[in-house]
């Protein structure tokens, strides 16, 4: 039996709402991919420099730590993984979600709310957290993007 997993990180909940929907679109199990350390409004403020989210987004090698995990990994062959957009790619917490799993032979399908931006540069800094996966091309969804959208795109992988 082939299982799906849809797991996601939302800083501010848009990125919940959606993955949730696409969860129940396809009957996925749904998996929340919780920061150690929950972010503040203060440290998603991307205009202050000294900011969380800008010290981490400046350094790609730092690995936010993440609380949990998905349990039994190894029975998923399809996994979607959502995402605000931060400074037009991934935040690194997906980096350090990925690198906890052996996800070789996996497809893994990225999909992200953003403020307009597009999926950018994100498979670039994402390729080598899930070495020996079938990364796909992901796409950028608006935040309201409703059951039959998100049905019949995640029907082509
Ligand atoms: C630190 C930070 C950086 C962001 N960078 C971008 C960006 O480069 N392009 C963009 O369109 N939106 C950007 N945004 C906006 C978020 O992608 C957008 O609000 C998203 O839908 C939030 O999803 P969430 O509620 O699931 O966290 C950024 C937001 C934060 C907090």
Redesign the pocket.
Known sequence: MSKTLVA???????????AKTLADAIGADLHEIKPETP?TDAD???NNPK?R??VE?NDKSFRPPVAGGVDHMEEYDRIFV????????A?TIINTFLEQYDLAGKTVVPF??????GM?NTNRELKDSCKGANLKEGK?FS?NAGTSELKTWAEQF
């Open positions: 996601y990180f939302s800083a501010s909940g848009v990125t919940a709402k959606l972010y998603l403020n991307w900011s989210s800008s987004m959502g995402f605000p957009i931060w400074w037009y790619v935040p992200a709310t953003s403020g307009g931006s950018g950028r935040a």
